[in-house]
């Protein structure tokens, strides 16, 4: 069943993508084998390795989504989603892509010339850059969100915290999102902000967390950042975000399926070699229908998600709340499935940590919260159902 196969799946890509998805395969198999990966992550700890990102630039592949001009493939989304998979399902430790993908995009949509040359170059030459949005009050409800920039002698000074930004440890520059003006909602006045990681006033303290080192805490106290800083129009943040997030759920989406599908890999492969009562437990009609029902539902997952990317990448501006909402909770979802139901498979040896499925399942389990929870997504789907 597995798309390693080429059999489910992949068949309505081009020969070209299909031949990508192939490359990306080959790739993770001969260099993030689990001894390898253990190296190159620093025991499981560190999912971000620069040289990996770097050695996947040099074959032309980080830039898969970023316009030629700019150093990149000049691929779509669904190129990019079937990346994203792939790497995610082989486990290579890239984990600071998505959400460089993500603010690549923000670039991409309202970024200067000046902002582009430098940032998308960086991106497509294996560079990483991260997004603040979130507050310690402002999760969910991130219109709510209260950090500063203020204009200042032709400078924007920048004042507040944020939580959970993720690999702003790798980040050469981080995306603020800030409140510059007053307006009348709460969703008026936002404006974005590049601030380059290095600078004076902000200070980036990791978060543990069941993943490793992935995402941190800023302070910004009186951090200066120059005026061409700015992301777009100044106090039009709200709108800008929201013609962004189309391409971030399907971003996050494709991530979790390749996580899902690795999950799965891992839980039959598992199911066909392992002996009990004198027989594999892949031949017990329990087993059989646990991985019967995750292997349709990936097909579906991935279905969507493709036809999501395929959407967007036709036709960039339409608003796709519902289906991309729809695609980033069925993936998630699904990661997590899979990733329990492999623990339950493999009975105490996907509970051990010799065994990478606990792995797997921590990874899941953050999915359903990052980007939009799955109860906001629902939220979002139910609205565009009338309710
Ligand atoms: C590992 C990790 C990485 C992250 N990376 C980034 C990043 O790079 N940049 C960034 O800006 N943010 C990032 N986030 C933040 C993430 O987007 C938020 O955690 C998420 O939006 C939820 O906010 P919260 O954690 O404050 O939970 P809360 O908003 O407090 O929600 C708590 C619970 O209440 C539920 N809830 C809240 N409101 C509603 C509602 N209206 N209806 C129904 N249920 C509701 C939620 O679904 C959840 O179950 C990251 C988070 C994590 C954990």
């Known amino acids: 069943m597995t798309s390693a196969s080429g059999a489910l799946g992949d068949s309505d890509l081009t020969e070209e993508q299909q031949d990508f998805a192939r490359a990306l395969r080959d790739y993770c198999e001969r260099e993030c084998g689990p001894e390898r990966l253990k190296e190159l992550t620093s025991g499981f700890d560190d999912l971000h390795n620069d040289d990996v990102a770097r050695q996947m630039a040099e074959l032309g592949w980080y830039g898969v989504a970023i316009e030629e001009a700019y150093g990149g493939s000049g ?36 970024g200067t010339e000046a902002q582009k040359r430098r940032l998308l170059g960086h991106v497509a030459g294996g560079g990483a850059l991260a997004i603040a949005m979130s507050e310690p009050e402002a999760g969910s409800d991130v ?99 929201m013609a962004g997030l ?44 646990k991985l019967a029902d995750l292997a349709t539902e990936l ?34 979802e699904l990661a997590k499935r899979c990733a329990i139901e492999g623990v339950q498979i493999m009975g105490g040896y996907g509970y051990a940590t010799e065994y990478p499925m606990e792995r797997y399942l921590r990874a899941a389990v953050v999915t359903t919260i990052f980007g939009g929870t799955s109860e906001i997504q629902k939220n979002i789907i139910a609205k565009t159902l009338g309710l």
């Open 143 to 241: 219109g709510a969100l209260s950090t500063r920039a203020e204009r200042s002698n032709g400078e924007w000074v920048l004042n507040g915290a944020k939580m959970w930004c993720s690999y702003a440890h790798k980040a050469s520059e981080i995306l603020i999102v800030c409140r510059s003006e007053r307006g009348e909602s709460k969703h008026e006045g936002l404006s974005m902000v590049l601030v380059p990681r290095e600078s004076d006033g902000l200070t980036v303290t990791p978060i543990e967390t069941l993943g490793g080192k992935e995402t941190n805490e800023l302070h910004l106290e009186d951090c200066h950042a120059p005026e061409d800083a700015l992301l777009g129009e100044p106090g039009a943040g709200w709108t800008q975000l």
């Open 246 to 289: 189309n391409y971030e759920r399907v971003i996050l989406a494709a991530s979790a399926l390749g996580l899902a599908q690795r999950a799965f890999d891992e839980a039959l492969a598992y199911a066909k070699e392992r002996k009990q009562f004198g027989r594999p437990i892949g031949s017990f009609q329990a087993t059989q229908h």
């Open 75 to 110: 691929g779509g989304l669904l190129e990019a989603c079937v990346f994203l998979e792939e790497t995610a399902r082989g486990e290579a430790p890239i984990g600071a892509y998505p959400v460089t993908l993500i603010v690549a995009g923000a670039l991409a949509r309202f």
């Open 299 to 332: 097909v579906q997952a991935r279905m969507l998600v493709r036809s999501v990317a395929r959407t967007i990448d036709s036709a960039p501006e339409r608003m796709l709340p519902r289906e991309a909402s729809m695609a980033k909770l069925a993936c998630t």
